[in-house]
């Protein structure tokens, strides 16, 4: 997967709401920085947003992955638009789930990154919405 889709991803629900704020854009880089990029490389996507990859070589995890850390970004600042949701619904049809899977993870990720919510219980919960 890479990681650069992934961030692209995830800056393009930050900007949705027109206000990329402090602590998505600090999440942003806590996740591109825990992935190896620089921080000129992660403003180097902020500014040239790659596609989403072929969700035919995504594996499981990685759909996970992406799902996940875009549901956490989307509840950050603590206000979550419609225009959010959507966004992730829309990327989560992409990846092959139904749209209910971004409720469902949203009831069980928690907006301060520095809790971490059960991941295997959300692993399991997200299969039962593949498509």
């Known amino acids: 997967m890479s990681i650069k889709a992934q961030l692209s991803a995830l800056i393009q629900l930050a900007k949705i709401d027109g206000d990329f704020d402090g602590q998505e854009k600090l999440h942003i880089l806590m996740v591109g920085r825990a992935n190896g990029l620089s921080e000129a490389e992660i403003k180097e996507i902020v500014e040239n947003p790659v596609d989403l990859p072929d969700i ?30 959507k966004y992730c619904e829309e990327l989560a049809e992409k990846l092959g789930f139904k ?32 498509n």
């Open 56 to 85: 035919n070589t995504m594996t499981e995890d990685e759909k996970f992955d992406y799902l996940y850390n875009i549901v956490q970004l989307m509840k950050i600042d603590s206000q979550v638009y419609l225009s959010e949701i």
């Open 99 to 130: 749209k209910k899977v971004i409720s469902a993870l949203s009831s069980r990720i928690y907006s301060d990154p520095s809790i971490t919510a059960n991941v295997d219980a959300l692993r399991k919960a997200m299969k039962r919405y593949q």
